[in-house]
């Protein structure tokens, strides 16, 4: 993830959006931007997390997305789990802070969408070959 300092520019093209935004009404605009920069008025108000979720699955938007605003080191776990590919931390924050926080944890229970749709699919089995969808032997 990169991690942003709040003096940084934000990349060129980015569309900024408002956590209030319908990203699903926006989705044809969206694709035209290489960044998505959503905004977290304030760290505990999440919906921008929810946004990413929505452009990353059901959109498939592949560009990158940026969380802006109030957005704290303690965050960027979630802000990656949640499809941020960069995140512009506030004044306050340390980029080696969120940098800590991004190594504290090495697995999940739940993949994240982007695994989940990166991952191969199963085949699917031919009428009549006594094989399952998920690739597992029917039992006669």
Do not use: K
């Given at each position: ?11 060129a ?22 960044v998505?920069?959503?905004h ?15 452009l990353?699955g059901?959109?498939?938007?592949r560009?990158q997305l ?9 965050m960027?776990?979630?802000?990656r ?8 931390l ?5 980029r ?8 504290q ?6 993949d994240?969408l982007?695994?989940r749709h ?14 399952a969808?998920?690739?597992?032997a029917?039992?006669?």
């Amino acid at each position: 993830m990169e991690l942003l300092t709040a003096t940084d520019t934000l990349p060129a093209g980015a569309l900024l959006l408002d956590n209030t935004d319908d990203v699903l009404a926006r989705g044809d605009e969206l694709h035209h931007h290489p960044v998505v920069a959503l905004h977290f008025p304030q760290w505990t108000d999440g919906r921008a997390y929810s946004q990413a979720v929505l452009l990353r699955g059901r959109l498939r938007y592949r560009g990158q997305l940026l969380a802006r605003g109030d957005v704290v080191a303690d965050m960027a776990p979630l802000l990656r789990r949640c499809g941020f590919d960069s995140a512009q931390l506030r004044a306050d924050q340390r980029r080696e802070t969120a940098l800590r926080a991004l190594g504290q944890i090495e697995a999940h229970y739940q993949d994240t969408l982007a695994e989940r749709h990166d991952a191969p699919r199963p085949r699917r089995a031919e009428p009549g070959s006594g094989v399952a969808r998920t690739g597992v032997a029917a039992h006669a």
